[in-house]
T-cell receptor, first 117, second 113 residues
Framework: GAVVSQHPSRVICKSGTSVKIECRSL??????MFWYRQFPKQSLMLMAT?????????EQGVEKDKFLINHASLTLSTLTVTSAHPEDSSFYIC?????????????FGAGTRLSVL | AQSVTQPDIHITVSEGASLELRCNYS??????LFWYVQSPGQGLQLLLK??????LVQGIKGFEAEFKRSQSSFNLRKPSVHWSDAAEYFC???????????FGTGTRLQVFP
């Protein structure tokens, strides 16, 4: 149980194009979904938190117009990197939680490696 | 503010040897603590968690961790490491009364045969 699917696993795009990444909770309804960014050999940095049907809450320093998050249903959240540039190349990971609160467990997708040429 | 420190960036052990990965946290109240493992190019898998109660927590894959409030630590242990345990290990703390997790910088475990 508690499987989170993330798609695509890898994407290469040209500078200036937009890329959409999907995150689905397959066997549970996700009260909250999270989007992280991970640089090589570094830890996960939280980008934003999203709840179904409401606007995402972005962390300080994350451009909300650059990284569009949509949480249309309790099992699906999408991250769109708009007008991608080489500096946006990174490993993006989503997670989903079936509950809320500090004792809720996050279940992670396998990640998406974005390479912007 | 909450923070997590993993002092060891890289650890190498022989297969069959015991393992301890260190994690120290900074948090004013009783923390919610987690250990996750990440294989290359993959997402994170939950190994174990501590919310309250018994300070020695058992997890999957033979791992355990002990919460020591006096030392602000939550070290991960395994009595006998397998080659398949080679991965990146992250300690995390629940951030206050929110759903957020604060991650440490990770420890890369390498296992030699």
């Amino acid at each position: 149980g508690a499987v989170v699917s993330q798609h695509p696993s890898r994407v290469i795009c040209k500078s200036g194009t937009s890329v959409k990444i999907e995150c689905r909770s397959l066997d549970f309804q996700a009260t909250t979904m999270f989007w992280y960014r991970q640089f090589p050999k570094q830890s996960l940095m939280l980008m934003a938190t999203s709840n179904e049907g409401s606007k995402a809450t972005y962390e300080q320093g994350v451009e909300k117009d650059k990284f569009l998050i949509n949480h249309a249903s309790l099992t699906l959240s999408t991250l769109t990197v708009t007008s991608a540039h080489p500096e946006d190349s990174s490993f993006y990971i989503c997670s989903a939680s079936p509950a809320s609160g500090p004792d809720s467990v996050q279940y992670f997708g396998a990640g998406t490696r974005l390479s912007v040429l | 503010a909450q923070s997590v420190t993993q002092p060891d960036i890289h650890i190498t052990v022989s297969e069959g040897a015991s393992l301890e990965l260190r994690c120290n946290y900074s948090y004013g109240a009783t923390p919610y603590l987690f250990w996750y493992v990440q294989s290359p190019g993959q997402g994170l898998q939950l190994l174990l968690k501590y919310f309250s109660g018994d300070t020695l927590v058992q997890g999957i894959k033979g791992f355990e961790a002990e919460f020591k409030r006096s030392q602000s630590s939550f070290n991960l242990r395994k009595p006998s490491v397998h080659w398949s345990d080679a991965a990146e290990y992250f300690c995390a703390v629940g951030a206050g009364n929110t759903d957020k997790l604060i991650f440490g910088t990770g420890t890369r475990l390498q296992v030699f045969p």
